[in-house]
């Protein structure tokens, strides 16, 4: 099983980044997927999820209306499209395979002027 995040970087407040999750190793079309990320000191904190259909998506109240995922089984990937950045979005991004406890490295995102 590997989970490779990518698309990470510096952006400034207002920007946008594209996080990839590229996934191998499992039917990943048969899994539900999370992104979460993390503040050094601080707990991992959930972001987003997406059932394995594409039909059921949630995240957490402070990414509503700025972040999108969403997934293409036949890349085997998913994506966070996150737009409107704030300084609070920076952190460690990591993407989960639901209750299997997989988790990617991670990728960082910066946020700041």
């Known amino acids: ?5 990518s698309g990470g970087g510096l952006v400034q407040p207002g ?7 590229t996934a191998s190793g499992f039917d990943f079309h048969l899994f539900a997927v999370s992104w979460y990320r993390q503040v050094p000191g601080k ?4 972001v ?3 059932d394995s259909g594409t039909k059921n ?4 109240d402070s990414v509503k209306g700025r972040f999108t995922i969403s997934r293409d089984n036949g890349k085997n990937t998913v994506y966070l499209q ?11 991004y990591y993407c989960n395979i639901n209750n299997m406890g997989w988790w990617g490295q991670g990728t960082q995102v910066t946020v700041s002027s």
């Open 1 to 5: 099983v590997q989970l490779v995040e």
């Open 15 to 21: 920007g946008s980044l594209r996080l990839s999750c």
């Open 43 to 46: 707990e991992r904190e959930f």
């Open 48 to 50: 987003a999820t997406i």
């Open 57 to 60: 998506l949630a995240y957490i």
């Open 82 to 92: 996150m737009n409107n950045l704030k300084l609070d979005d920076t952190a460690i």
